[in-house]
């Protein structure tokens, strides 16, 4: 009685007879032996044999494996293998059983080769022409004597807008606002095996970065384009908190890094819309929340001198102070106790307030009229409007020590 081991589904790669009863064949788990590149493929030596222990038993036996001469580690009726090049390969495979009796079997297998695919377009941009053609040529593979065929059923250019085809060329009206667009030509040759070309077409693509994204008003940002392809540009910056709308167009907009001061406090929107001819793409920045450039205010004075000394040593020999930037002007009064006016100055439309108030020289020195005052509590007021447009009121008192 005959027994059957490891029947698969798959072709006869070799067919070899020894001795009583016995029939083995190497197998392989893809159909004519033709396979594509990177596929795994299992390899199988299959037969029949007697219940005759002394006859040549595969699953007692010893297995040595080749594919293309390099021997594989398995010493198994079933190994697996990997292709990774192109061509035809031998695979063979040695049996050995306990008492000795051998058997080789051996087959020629094709892996396939690709063909020279080149692709172009009847324009090098998306933005000239309402429509553009996608071409492509085909030198096709050889493997061996074998010269692959490709069903032009299962050739096809695929990519964003392009229609439904099975030709080598496509003409279509592309997408102009979704940046640089890739296409895809596909083909399929007699083995099965999918080959694919890329081709990049560049539109534009609006890019830009901002810094600093945050900070008391005024605010300077500047935002640097990093557009490509374009050549004009819009920014539009707008003020969710006002619904304030800013836009930079003209010859300003057309520079590698814009520049903008920011005087009204809240959350700002940017977009950059950029042109080229038909193509236009636009880029956010804060449109969802998830980013935006944070205008603070500040009316919060930082803590001033109680203590001053006019004696022209050069410290603290002038009562001044840095105010918070977000103030737009300043006017402060210094009183005596009896509440007469001794000192009065202001600062405008400060562009930096922290710099124009510490470098302005109406700061109190001390003096009434040219002369020293004398030791004292004298009492400030400051008014000042800020760049929200609101009055605010600061008071306070100070100490003057004159030697």
Known sequence: MKKKLLLLACVVASLTSFGQGIDLKLLASKAKLQFCLNDKIVFDVQGSYTADASVLNPLTS??????????????AATVDFTFIENGEFVVSCDVTDLNG???????????SVGPKITVSSSQPTLCQTENITLNAALVAGVVGTHTHTYDQNMAFWAGN??????TASVTFSPFKDKGDQVYFYNVTDDYGCAYSATLEIPGVVADFTVSPISGE????????????????????????????V????????LKNVVTETLYDPGKYTVLLFAKNNLCTHTKSMGIEDLNVIDVLFSNIISPLPNVFTPNGDGVNDVFNIVPPVSMKQYKITIMNRWGN??????VNNMTNPQSDWQNNESGWDGKINGTYAS??????????????????????SLFLKSE
């Open 62 to 75: 010893h297995f040595v494996w080749k594919v293309a001469g390099q021997v594989l580690a398995a010493d």
């Open 101 to 111: 009796k051998t058997a080789s079997l051996s087959q020629t297998v094709a892996v």
């Open 217 to 244: 008003a005024p605010l300077l940002v500047s935002f640097t384009n990093m557009t490509t392809g374009g050549n004009t540009y819009t920014w539009t910056l707008t003020n969710k908190d006002t619904q304030g």
């Open 341 to 346: 006016k001794v000192h009065e100055y202001d």
């Open 246 to 253: 800013l836009s930079i167009t003209g010859d300003a907009a």
């Open 161 to 166: 807008a392009v229609p439904a085809n099975h």
């Open 375 to 396: 030791s004292g509590t004298y009492f400030y007021i400051i008014n000042a409007l800020g760049y929200d447009a609101k009055t605010y009121a600061f008071k306070g």
